[in-house]
């Protein structure tokens, strides 16, 4: 006979073999409606709501009990893309086992993830004739990876969900192997800032008279920051919410250390926040962002061209701690532009999502916390918010309940990057895990 383990490994294996790419807007649908399909097998009330490109799968697990209290599980079922092909040592959308690893696209980002919890209410369900001591609603989005483009739309459009906690995608042990436990993300906005200084590039001995545009956009550029690289845009820091003595508390005790982390990252610049005199690890965590991602302008081609470009455009892009409005971010950007003599550079926003974090004294978190200490036999690692970005703020203000992250990758699982893997030890530890959090709401 075919454990639920078996069972939903195989269904990975087809996941897998989906090239679900968002960016692409590809095999959407077909993800979405296998997951459904696999969801309504299992006993679950399921609905694909296709309004936009990526469709929503909702499922509920009714429980017997009266009062039941609900948890919501959420997950995406799109990828990013699998290029480089040639970096991959098997095939992208091959599930490959070996030496203890699952390997392919999207196995830890986040179909593994999806997955193992499957597998957990399916063993939960099989070990138990009284069914679910909790209600419990999966959430599979299909555009986590392109900013969860309608996610917010989709839970206005089903004022029914709700839930006491909220399970969110994924989560990895650290370098130490402690289980890690992560109670936000930060928000983005991404924008693009353009300078057009002529109709068209000029013979560049005009330069002793007039301006290119890379000059006019490097001189905006400039006023953004201080030497320090301290955002100087007025209004910017105004809304951000400081962390509480709690979630310093946390970030301090992590473990990474400032020499690791320069040399992980192989850095060569010194670090802003040494300039600055700040703590690096309190700034990553809680500190939000005005990034340079990418300047184009003039002549890109082999040997010389001396021209003088008529336009140049920069995209940026800002993390957000929560508190702070995408909209009103990029607002502060534009006034303080136009304010110093820059009404001429064209600001244009391409994402926006806002940030959020989690009180991590939350009874329902400390419930999950509980149970990972419980099932690793020691205190897992709490961080009160990832530095990266995520949807969590449109969940959050949908449903108003604690969100809290976990999963099966580790330090070495290459989310987004060739050869994305998971360890099959920390896939079977999350089954577990979840089935104790299913557990603990039988009293
Ligand atoms: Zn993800």
Same mark, same amino acid.
């Given at each position: 006979m075919t454990t639920a383990k078996e069972k939903y490994l195989e269904l990975l294996k087809e996941l897998i073999a989906i090239p679900s790419v968002s960016a692409k807007r590809e095999h959407l649908p077909e993800a979405a409606n296998r997951i459904a399909k696999a969801l309504t097998e299992l006993g679950g009330e399921t609905t694909v709501d296709d309004s936009y490109f990526a469709p929503l799968v909702i499922s509920h697990f009714k429980s017997e009990k009266p009062d039941a209290k609900k948890v919501m599980i959420y997950n995406h079922y799109d990828v990013q893309p =699998? /290029? @480089?092909? %040639?970096?991959?040592?098997? *095939?992208?959308?091959t599930l490959t086992q070996k030496d203890g690893l699952l390997i392919g696209?999207? #196995? *830890? %980002? %986040?179909k593994g993830n999806l997955t193992a919890r499957l597998t957990a209410v399916a063993e939960y369900l099989e070990e138990h004739e009284?069914?679910? @001591?909790v209600d419990v609603t999966f959430v599979v989005e299909g555009s986590e990876e392109t900013a969860s483009q309608h996610l917010d739309d989709y839970f206005k459009k089903h004022p029914e969900l709700q839930a006491d906690l909220i399970i969110w995608e994924s989560g990895a042990k650290d370098k130490d192997e402690h289980p890690v436990i992560t109670g936000g993300n930060k928000g983005i906005v991404t924008f693009n800032l353009k300078a057009k200084t002529g109709g068209f590039d000029l013979h560049s001995s005009l330069a002793a008279v007039v301006q290119s545009a890379p000059f006019r956009l490097s001189q905006a550029l400039s006023?953004?920051? *201080? /030497?320090?690289?301290? +955002?100087? #845009?007025?209004?910017? !820091? *105004? /809304?951000v919410r400081k962390p509480n003595e709690r979630e310093k508390q946390l970030v301090a005790d992590l473990k990474d250390t400032r020499e690791d982390f320069v040399q992980k990252n192989e #850095?060569? =610049?010194?670090?802003l926040t040494d300039l600055r005199d700040e703590d690096w690890k309190q700034a990553l965590y809680f500190e939000p962002t005005l990034n340079i991602e990418r300047i184009t302008t003039g002549y890109q081609g082999a040997g010389v061209k001396t021209v003088l470009p008529a336009e140049a455009l920069a995209k940026l892009e800002a993390r957000l701690v929560p508190g702070m409005d995408p909209d009103l971010t990029l607002k502060a950007i534009e006034s303080h532009l136009a304010a110093r003599g820059f009404d001429d550079i064209v600001v244009e926003k391409t994402l926006g999502q806002a940030g959020y974090r989690s009180d991590m004294t939350d009874p329902e978190i400390i419930r999950t916390i509980d149970v990972h200490k419980d099932h690793f036999d020691e205190e897992p690692v709490v +961080? @009160?918010?990832?530095?990266g970005t995520g949807p969590m703020n449109y969940a959050y203000q949908a449903i108003k309940a604690p969100i809290v992250g976990f999963g099966i990758? !580790?330090?070495?699982?290459?989310d987004h990057a060739p050869n994305e893997n998971i360890r099959l030890k920390d896939y079977d530890d999350n089954i577990e895990v979840l089935k104790e959090i299913i557990a603990s709401y039988e009293t």
């Open positions: =699998a /290029e @480089p092909f %040639d970096l991959w040592k098997s *095939d992208p959308w696209r999207g #196995v *830890d %980002d %986040d009284n069914g679910l @001591p006023t953004l920051f *201080d /030497e320090n690289g301290r +955002i100087a #845009v007025p209004h910017f !820091y *105004d /809304e #850095v060569l =610049a010194p670090l +961080i @009160p918010t990832s530095a990758g !580790y330090p070495g699982s290459l």
